[in-house]
């Protein structure tokens, strides 16, 4: 799969989102709500940086930034609308509204913005197929206000954007570090644009598809999937210098229980009638439970579950000792 750049010039001006159909939101759930973009344009106030009063880039220009390079980018390649979800709103009111009981507030009084935001938008014509699942390439990004510093004045600011597939059977976002994962600091649209196009032009499709097709080719046992999971809930309690010897593990320890109930469960990537699980399916456990991630920590999480299973793939191919397969 090759993908043709359309236009080497990434700042492009306004354009028209005409596709009515919207990417799913299911991709992450955790403590968000699902929103659309023109809520975030219409009714939420914009941050700025208080010493000098300057704005930032509000969530809704970095998505429509994103969107309309991927516009030019893929030329007649339909895109659909872009799927968001937010996290820890920020409420306020009007000065006039001040001391008034919160239950008398009018509409027009309050005011409010989400600090963390997580969006993405599909391309449903680029599409790929792993041991029968059908996987679709997907763009998105994620902006979270508590990691700048608002009480200074403007400077660059952060954003995470990817590109990758979704897996159309359980909306799983299949991230990959290499090229397709960036975190970029921009302090105009110009620079954000000009960033989502250098890594749309560098992503390879095809060398993630291999990755990830790979993943189906090697297998644990039932005995090296408890071992594994027992490593991962050791692995945070590790003292620091052998934690740091090893690969880190990318979950949680609650994320790791639900990895082990679906092991039992899932419909899709659930154990072998044997115990076996193979590491296409191990993966998508991974990501299926990376979804309980804060919106903050949900793109470092996934790209870290294809590089652990990544890992995986190299332990077993080389027959090495590995701590978390291994006794």
């Known amino acids: 799969m090759e993908l043709t750049k359309v236009n080497s010039n990434p700042i492009v001006e306004d354009a028209v989102m005409l596709d009515e159909e ?18 975030l344009r219409s009714g939420c106030i914009i941050p700025v940086f208080s010493k000098d009063n300057e704005s930032t880039i509000s969530h809704s220009e970095f998505i429509e930034t994103t969107y309309r390079v991927a516009e030019k980018f893929f030329g007649n390649e339909r895109i659909l609308q872009p799927a968001v979800r937010v996290s820890h709103p920020i409420k306020g009111r009007i000065p006039e509204a001040m001391g008034k009981p919160a239950k008398e507030l009018m509409e027009a009084e309050k005011t409010l913005y989400y600090e963390r935001m997580a969006f993405v938008i599909e391309l449903p014509g680029i599409t790929e197929s792993i041991s029968g699942n059908n996987l679709s390439l997907t763009i998105g990004g994620v902006r979270a206000y508590n990691h700048e510093n608002l009480y200074n004045r403007k400077s660059e600011e952060k954003f995470k954007v990817f590109v990758g597939f979704k897996n159309q059977v ?3 976002l299949c991230i ?3 090229g397709a994962y960036r975190e970029i600091k921009a302090r105009t649209l110009n620079e954000l644009s000009f960033e989502i196009f250098n890594m749309l032009n560098e992503f390879e499709p095809s060398r993630q598809v291999n990755f990830l097709r790979n993943f189906g080719n090697y297998e644990l046992t039932e005995s090296q999937f408890a071992h594994l999971l027992g490593k991962a809930r050791m692995y945070q309690h590790l003292p620091l210098k052998q934690r740091t010897e090893l690969q880190a593990f990318p979950l949680s320890d609650t994320q790791v229980t ?3 109930r679906e092991y039992y469960q899932d419909e899709t990537f659930c154990r072998n009638d044997n115990g076996s ?8 456990l991974f990501t299926g439970a ?17 590089s652990f299973t990544k890992f995986l793939t190299e332990q077993i191919n080389i027959g090495a000792e590995s701590w ?3 006794s």
């Open 22 to 39: 919207i990417s799913s939101d299911q991709f992450i759930h955790a403590n968000t709500i699902s929103v659309r973009n023109e809520q």
């Open 170 to 172: 359980c909306t799983n």
């Open 176 to 178: 990959f570090t290499d």
């Open 258 to 260: 639900t990895v082990a």
């Open 277 to 284: 699980l193979d590491l296409w399916k191990l993966y998508n």
């Open 290 to 306: 990376n979804k309980s991630s804060y919106i903050d920590t949900f793109l470092d999480r996934g790209a870290n579950c294809f």
């Open 324 to 326: 978390y397969l291994n």
